[in-house]
């Protein structure tokens, strides 16, 4: 088989979690472009308007569901229309996430909660959803998570101090590894991508702060751009990804190996 074939995604259908701005909607372009047909969620509804109109520009097949992933009612209410309007779930990319900088201990308790129950209880209600619904009796599927070097890592209290934010990354990375195990007599791959720095909406505060240390503490020295993501997750959606499971792939311009 080509290469080209084995990274096209026609026919196939990705649903991109918190997929209306930042690392999410760089993805769903990603997807689109190599032909699959997008399903997408975000909390907000307005901003998943504009989401989806600026992917039906680009003449992508898309339908968006409004979703709070902490909410287990609210996956239900997600996955199922998805599924309705699809008939199947193929590529899942967990995206949806949130922070809560403070020192551990002054953390509060909401805010704990609040990173927890996104990042890492509600990809697990996610996952568990559209593999009970689609990819487990499909006996295929393409999971990706989106993790964090922040989840390989301690903190650098001189930079930020984000406990509940690397606490959950870091069970994101191993959530990766044991669903691989479990579900590849299914022949669903699971797979996590681990970002460094990117500019969006949630690191804007943080990088006006750090920017400048982190991009001197990087070898690539710069920080991520709006291309670096696409072809990693595309190959991990694709069929040239079929025999790569459990594995946690940094794009950090290398800042994780100094």
């Known amino acids: 088989m080509s290469v080209k074939k084995l990274l096209d995604l026609s026919g196939k259908v990705a649903l991109v979690t918190g997929g209306s701005r930042g690392l999410g909607l760089q993805i769903a372009e990603a997807m689109g472009e190599m032909g699959a047909k997008l399903a997408l969620t975000a909390r907000k509804a307005d901003e998943l308007a504009q989401a989806k109109e600026h992917l039906e520009r680009m003449h992508f097949e898309i339908f968006t569901h409004a979703c709070d992933h902490s909410k287990a009612a609210s996956v239900q209410s997600a996955v199922t229309a998805m599924m309705q309007?699809?008939?199947?779930?193929?590529?899942?990319?967990?995206?949806?996430?949130?922070?809560?900088?403070?020192?551990?201990?002054?953390?509060?308790?909401?805010?704990?909660?609040?990173?927890?129950?996104?990042n890492l209880t509600g990809l697990f209600l996610t996952t568990q959803l559209v593999g009970k619904l689609s990819m487990i009796p499909r006996r295929h599927g393409r999971i990706v998570n989106i993790a964090s070097i922040a989840g390989l890592l301690g903190n650098d209290v001189h930079l930020q101090r984000s406990l509940a934010y690397n606490t959950s990354k870091g069970g994101v990375v191993n959530f990766t590894r044991a669903l691989a195990a479990e579900w590849g007599q299914y022949n669903i791959t699971v797979n996590a991508i681990?970002?460094?720095?990117?500019?969006?909406?949630?690191?804007?505060?943080?990088?006006?702060?750090?920017?400048?240390?982190?991009?001197?503490?990087?070898?690539?020295?710069?920080?991520?751009?709006?291309?670096?993501?696409?072809?990693?997750?595309?190959?991990?959606?694709s069929d040239a990804s079929a025999h790569i499971t459990g594995q946690i792939v940094a794009v950090d311009g290398g800042a994780t190996i100094i």
């Open 85 to 118: 309007q699809y008939g199947q779930i193929d590529i899942l990319i967990n995206n949806a996430g949130t922070s809560w900088g403070a020192p551990a201990e002054e953390h509060p308790l909401e805010g704990w909660q609040k990173v927890i129950d996104l």
């Open 194 to 237: 681990a970002p460094g720095f990117f500019p969006s909406k949630m690191t804007k505060g943080i990088l006006q702060q750090i920017g400048e240390t982190t991009i001197a503490h990087t070898p690539l020295a710069r920080l991520g751009s709006d291309e670096d993501l696409k072809g990693l997750a595309v190959l991990l959606a």
